[in-house]
């Protein structure tokens, strides 16, 4: 009976201290419970169904935190370029530029030379000292965003969780912390949705090869990869297994609710593993009783073929609406992703006109932190996001659970498409407007506030047919109980006088109409 007793205290005691904790998300829609993804694309593009819960939710927090805060230099690229002694290769493996990278001699200069001192022992001194799970997710939640994805695996190969497949892994290094299960109990206790992003696929290439650098030393392969200095070398079976095992580990012991794939990826020697991913995945959410979703990067070519995950692009827009979810992730770093010294923020006002152009035409956009060595999120950064909570206090009723109408926007500036292309875009103005719908309400989003107290509203024009014959019953703008004067005719909805400004940044008028637009 006590031998009974005993076990039953175990089992209880494993359930209180499982990192994973029950998630809200709803059952899938319009799957049979015998429903089952076969590892094909013909399987997986029959049965999947993007989750109603992720277009939903809009603006989502992503983490990049790892050994590369210690030196804080450069990016979080730095232990790659630290091992650049003769030249600059991008990420897609091409020449950039002869002579040692900057972060190279950088690295020789402060903290010696990449034989005795190589990226590993940057590990030691990952302490993480000052970081608090509670205090994360208490900031992300004020920020208003409502999920949050930790990178997991970088390309580094040091993993942010407790690993069962590598010994390189803050919760028996570095920190000596579960830090991605802190982060996912606090943040599921808290209401949000939780994944984690994987980059490791290109560890395969991350790091050069040299005798002269720890790299090329056998005992740190698995940290390093076992690749050669040979830059055309395909991935190994061997490796692809480690990148399969690494990922199922993650997948099994946090259940994730999105799961987010950098490039790299994509190539071809991958090509098997995708599906049966995907596959794997999908069932594990079925078997979980929750929708899950991957996120997929590689938005110009069909990595995963469309239609059987959420497309994603690295610090750019669409310029016009896209039927199918898709989602932006950028960094509030102009410069890193990773924190660095010089760090560079945007500007609240400058993002927050991103998220509204980007929900306008369908998408969600992930926006990164980037927390000191010791665990600290810089005050700038945190400052910024309790600004962008402040807005959608007043205004994330035409941002939550909203849906793109017939036309995204109206004004003068065009977005550019495509990856790293946010730097080609110029500023918003208070001629640009942009539309969001919910029930009988139709919101459009100032970016500005115009100078003449006054704006005429185009696609609101008398019988236009944006509106499908709907009457115009109310105008206000949020934050106000007052409702506004206006004139609809031919030309557009004129409104003469837009009343007092509340709040800063973008302003949106609520127009109520006389049915579900």
Not at 38 to 53: L, Q
Not at 424 to 451: M, Q, S, V
Request: net charge negative; with cysteine.
């Amino acid at each position: 009976m006590n031998s009974i007793k005993k076990i039953v205290q175990i089992l209880l005691v494993a359930f209180i201290v499982s990192p994973v904790v029950a998630q809200t998300a709803k059952t899938p829609k319009g799957l049979k419970s015998s429903t089952r993804f076969e590892p094909n694309w013909k399987s997986i593009k029959e049965n999947y169904k993007d989750p109603e819960w992720f277009n939903d939710q809009k603006f989502g927090i992503f983490i990049h935190w790892g050994a590369y805060s210690v030196p804080a230099h450069g990016s979080e690229w730095y232990p790659r370029q630290m091992y650049m002694d003769t030249a600059t290769f991008t990420a897609q493996l091409n020449f950039e530029k002869k002579g040692p990278n900057e972060v190279f001699t950088h690295h020789k200069k402060h903290w010696g030379d990449q034989k005795t001192f190589g990226y590993k022992d940057f590990i030691p001194l990952f302490k993480g000292e000052n970081f608090n799970a509670s205090e994360w997710i208490g900031l992300f939640k004020k920020s208003g965003a409502k999920y949050v994805i930790p990178v997991a695996d970088h390309h580094d190969g040091f993993a942010m969780y407790k690993a069962n497949t590598t010994k390189w892994n803050a919760y028996d290094m570095g920190p000596k912390r579960d830090i991605l299960g802190e982060l996912f109990e606090e943040g599921r206790k808290e209401g949000l949705i939780m994944g984690a992003s994987s980059h490791y696929a290109f560890n395969w290439s991350f790091y050069n090869k040299k005798e002269h650098f720890d790299t090329a030393d056998p005992q740190y392969a698995d940290l390093y990869s076992a690749k050669g200095s040979d830059l055309t070398q395909p991935v190994s079976e061997e490796f692809k297994k480690l990148w399969w095992n690494r990922t199922i580990d993650l997948i099994d012991n946090y259940q994730p609710d999105i799961l987010w794939f950098d490039f790299y990826l994509d190539i071809p020697d991958f090509a098997d593993y995708r599906p049966k991913l995907a596959a794997y995945y999908y069932n594990k959410g079925l078997d979980w009783g929750k929708e899950v979703v991957i996120n997929d990067k590689n938005f110009d070519h069909e990595a995963f073929p469309e239609g059987t995950v959420i497309y994603d692009l690295e610090r750019g827009k669409l310029p016009g609406i896209r039927k199918l979810p898709w989602q932006t992730d950028t960094s509030i770093g102009k410069n890193s992703w990773g924190h660095v010294t010089n760090w560079e923020s945007k500007n609240p006002n400058e993002l927050i006109d991103d998220l509204v152009d980007i929900v306008s035409k369908n998408g969600n956009l992930l926006l990164n932190v980037g927390p000191r060595a010791d665990g600290t999120i810089p005050e700038d950064q945190a400052k910024i996001l309790l600004e962008i909570g402040q807005w959608l206090d007043l205004n994330g009723e035409a941002i939550y659970e909203t849906e793109y109408w017939s036309v995204f926007g109206e004004g003068p500036t065009e977005v550019k498409k495509g990856h790293h292309s946010e730097g080609d875009n110029k500023g918003f103005t208070a001629k640009d407007i942009r539309f969001t719908k919910k029930e009988n309400k139709l919101y459009a989003i100032l970016l500005d506030w115009p100078e003449d107290n006054q704006i005429n509203i185009t696609s609101c024009a008398k019988g236009h047919e944006n509106l499908n014959g709907l009457a115009i019953e109310h105008v206000r703008m949020l934050g106000s109980s007052k409702d506004l004067e206006f004139k609809q005719d031919e030309k557009g909805l004129l409104l003469q006088s837009l009343g007092e400004k509340l709040g800063q940044h973008a302003y949106t008028v609520e127009i109520t109409l006389s049915g579900k637009i």
